[in-house]
């Protein structure tokens, strides 16, 4: 069924959750006809969740709606969390508290193999400090949440009062930030008359493909949601983003959801998480220079990366509309800038 026809079928009710007001919205979907134009493919079209008004912008603002709703039902007054050193996620948790008045407190892994004055002072962590966010900082490669969850039980014995937020703001709870969004899609498609065939998102934590995908879904819809890896194989991606999708259908469904509905592509990770690969780089150039829209090198421009090569693969059909959801993450450009510079020389 079109996306039009999806809205008038059923709404989901998401007066049963906490939720607090973070975020403008609707975010704008615009069309990228420069870009469509210069790759001679289908219909291309941006949904600008880079827009969504705190601090940058970003998807991790959707998901603190409902994480911030739940911390201050439980009279929490600090919000604790972890993310990679230059962590979109992190910043946006920053200015929630902020928001609120409540303190934050991240776990800062170094997850990429760089200790520049670039990567740790500057694009995010900059912000974070503004912010008046207090950080520690773990090396690579251990379970982040269990570190987060172990500060955040210091902090209470501490005489804090914690609420603990895992990496990306991925559970159910941070989900439906996304099942909102997916409502929200299929609203403008049934206000505008413009439908679409795919939506395509870079995919880490997995919370913005997981909340999508359990949002449409539950509307009714079939809306492929392509994921474009940031990390993991294809596999575990699959794995991780089908499992929080399915626990957050059950949610607001009462029923799971096949493995099936799960497409994600790892094409374009290149040699690892916050490395732009080449494809990262052009995407960002290209999307910079055609359309005035910024990437970023850990995500979107992954993302964008992933959605160019499928149009010259010719993946979609000529008379598709793709829809393109920019995740945000512009602010960490500031931490890239000595790569950028040297690949655009
Ligand atoms: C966190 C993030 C993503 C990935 O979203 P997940 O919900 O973690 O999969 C994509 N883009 C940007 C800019 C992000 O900060």
């Known amino acids: 069924m079109s996306l039009a026809e999806a809205h008038r079928i059923s709404s989901i009710d998401f007066s049963r959750f906490k939720r607090v007001a973070l975020c403008h919205r609707p975010t704008p979907i615009e069309p990228m006809n420069r870009l469509s134009e210069h790759l001679g493919g289908p219909n291309l079209f941006i949904k600008r969740d880079d827009c969504t008004g705190l601090a940058t912008g970003g998807n991790k603002t959707r998901k603190l709606e409902f994480l911030v709703g739940e911390a201050l039902s439980e009279n929490a007054n600090m919000l604790v969390t972890q993310g990679a050193v230059q962590s979109n996620h992190v910043r946006q948790t920053a200015a929630a508290a902020c928001r609120f008045g409540l303190k934050c407190h991240a776990v800062l892994e170094r997850r990429v193999p760089r200790n520049d004055d670039f990567y740790e002072g500057s694009g995010n962590v900059f912000l974070d400090m503004l912010f008046r966010a207090t950080f520690e ?27 603990f937020i895992p990496g990306g703001g991925s559970n159910t709870t941070g989900a439906l930030g996304y099942a909102a969004c997916a409502e929200e899609i299929v609203d403008q498609s049934a206000g505008t008359g413009l439908d679409f065939q795919w939506l395509v998102t870079a995919t880490g934590s997995a919370g913005t493909q997981a909340g999508l995908i359990a949002g449409l879904t539950s509307l009714g819809h079939d809306l492929p949601v392509l994921g474009i ?6 596999r575990q991606q699959v794995a991780v983003v089908h499992g929080l999708a399915s626990d957050l259908l059950k949610i607001l469904a009462g029923r799971p959801m096949p493995a099936s509905k799960v497409q994600v592509d790892d094409g374009y990770v290149g040699e690892g998480y916050g490395i732009p690969a080449e494809s990262t780089l052009e995407a960002i150039r290209l999307t910079a220079s055609l359309e005035g829209i910024l990437l970023d090198p850990v995500y979107s421009g992954k993302g964008m990366a992933g ?39």
């Not at 982040?144 to 804090?160: I, P, S, V």
């Not at 890896?229 to 294809?234: G, K, L, M």
């Open 307 to 345: 959605l160019i090569g499928l149009v010259r693969r010719d993946f979609f059909k000529p008379s598709d509309n793709v829809l393109f959801l920019h995740t945000g993450g512009s602010s960490a450009l500031f931490a890239y800038i000595p790569q950028i510079v040297e690949a655009y020389s």
């Open 137 to 163: 900082f773990r090396s690579a490669g251990l379970d982040m949440n269990a570190e987060a969850e172990n500060a955040a039980r210091r902090l209470r014995q501490e005489g804090h009062r914690p609420y």
């Open 229 to 234: 890896s940031v990390r993991q194989p294809r």
